[in-house]
C-alpha cells in the first residue's frame, strides 16, 4: 500500500527555487535544458549518443552554442549539431514565455525614450539580460503585441456565462508629453462556466472615472458578457454606476476590506477595535439570517455611543451583504477582492523594475502578457468553484401568479 504524500515535491521544489540565490537557479536550469537538448537530438536521429544502433539515421557533431535570456538570467544553450541534416529546438528558442518576452520589450522601449544609460544599465542587471539586438526585439514586439491584442479583443461569449465579476484599478506612472504622469489600468475578472477564474479586460485610462468605466464594462459586454449575478469592487462611484448601466440585472458586493478600512475613518480610534471585532463576528456567522442578525446587533451596539458609525453601517447594509443571497460556500470568495489583490501584487512584481513605462503601449505590452500568462494558469489549474456549487449559484428563486400554474403562489426556478 502506498502511504499518502506528506510534503508536495513539485512545491517544495518551487519555494526552494524561488529562495535560492539566482546563480543557483541559473545553473539548474542551464543543465535542465541542455539534457532535454540532448534528449531531443537523440530522437531526431533514432539513437542515444554514443551508442551504436542499426537504426540511426544521422551522427551527432558538437555543439553550437546560443545565449537565450530567461527570467532567471542569460544562459549558454548547448544544441547538438547533426553530420547530415539539421536540428533546432522550435520548441525552446521559438516560443518564449510572453511575460519574459514583454519585460525585454519594456526595456527596449526605456532605450527608444531615452532613459538614462546607468539607470537602464541596472534595469538590465536586474532582469538577468546581458543584451538585446534590434532584430531580436522588433520581432518579439511584433509577435507578442498581436498575442496581447488577440487575448484582450477575445470574444467572452463562448466561455460565459460570467457568474461573478471582480473589478478593480492600478496606477502605474508614464512618460508622456515630456513629464511623468500617473494613469489607471483597468482590471476585470470572472468566473466561467466551467468553474475557472479568467481574466475579461484590461484598459489604461487616463483616470479612473465613471465615464473610464463605462467604456470599460460597455467593451466587455460587447464581447459577450453576460449571466453576471455579482460584481465584487470597492465603492468607486463611476465604477458602481457603470456596473449597474451595463450589467443589467447583478447585484453589488462592496469589498469587505475596504469597506473595514473607510468605517475605521469614521470610528474613533479607542473604539476601533471593539467595532472591528462586531464586524469580523458579522461574517463568522453559519447561516445568512444569522449574518443579518448580528449586524443588527453591530448597530445596536453603535447606536449610542456612536452613531455616526451607526450611520455609516446601516448605509452599507445592503452593499456589504449583498453575498448572502448565494450559497455559503462561496462567500469566502466573493465577498472582498482579496483575489483580485493577489493579481495585483504578481502585477506589481513584473512592474515595479521598471518604474515609469515610456509609454501606454508599454503598459498594455506587459501586463497584458502577464495577464495572459495568468488566464492560461488559471485555466490549467483547479477550479476556483466547482460545478456544482456554481450551478446553485444561477438558481434563483422567483414567485409567480400566472393563472396556469394554479391558485396559489407557486416557486419557480430559473437559471
Known sequence: MTAPHIVDPAGLLSEALTEASPDLMRSLLQTMINALLSADADAVVGAEYGRPTP???AQRNGYRHRDLDTRVGTVDVAIPKLRTGSYFPEWLLERR?????????????????????????????????????K??????????????????????????PFTFVA????????????????????????????????VLGLRVATSETGSAWNEFFADLTARGLTGVRLVTSDAHQGLKEAIAANLTGAAWQRCRTHYSANLMDVTPKS???????????????????????????????????????AEHLAGAREDILAFTAFPKDVWTQIWSNNPQER????IRRRTDSVGIFPNRNAIVRLVGAVLAEQTDEWAE????LGLDVLARCR??????TDPEIGAETMPALTA
Not at 175 to 194: K, P, Y
Not at 343 to 346: G, I, M, V, W
Not at 381 to 384: D, Q
Open 97 to 133: 514565455k510572453r511575460a519574459e518576452s514583454a519585460m525585454i520589450t519594456v526595456v527596449a522601449d526605456c532605450y527608444l525614450a531615452g532613459v538614462s544609460t546607468r539607470r537602464m544599465d541596472k534595469l538590465v542587471k536586474t532582469l538577468g539580460i546581458n543584451s538585446l539586438s
Open 395 to 400: 438558481v434563483t428563486l422567483i414567485t409567480t
Open 343 to 346: 493579481l495585483n501584487r504578481e
Open 271 to 309: 473604539m476601533w477595535p471593539a467595532v472591528k471585532a462586531m464586524l469580523h463576528s458579522v461574517y463568522d456567522q453559519p447561516d445568512a439570517p444569522s449574518v443579518q442578525a448580528q449586524f443588527d446587533r453591530l448597530i445596536e451596539y453603535v447606536d449610542e455611543k456612536l452613531p455616526q458609525v
Open 167 to 198: 473589478a478593480d484599478a492600478l496606477t502605474m506612472k508614464v512618460r508622456e508629453g515630456g513629464r511623468v504622469v500617473a494613469t489607471s489600468v483597468l482590471l476585470a475578472t470572472g468566473v466561467n462556466a466551467d468553474g475557472h477564474r479568467e
Open 135 to 160: 532584430s531580436q526585439v522588433s520581432r518579439m514586439a511584433a509577435d507578442l503585441d498581436q498575442i496581447v491584442e488577440d487575448f484582450r479583443h477575445r470574444p467572452l461569449d463562448e466561455a460565459g
Open 381 to 384: 489549474g483547479r477550479r476556483y
Open 55 to 57: 537504426g540511426r539515421s
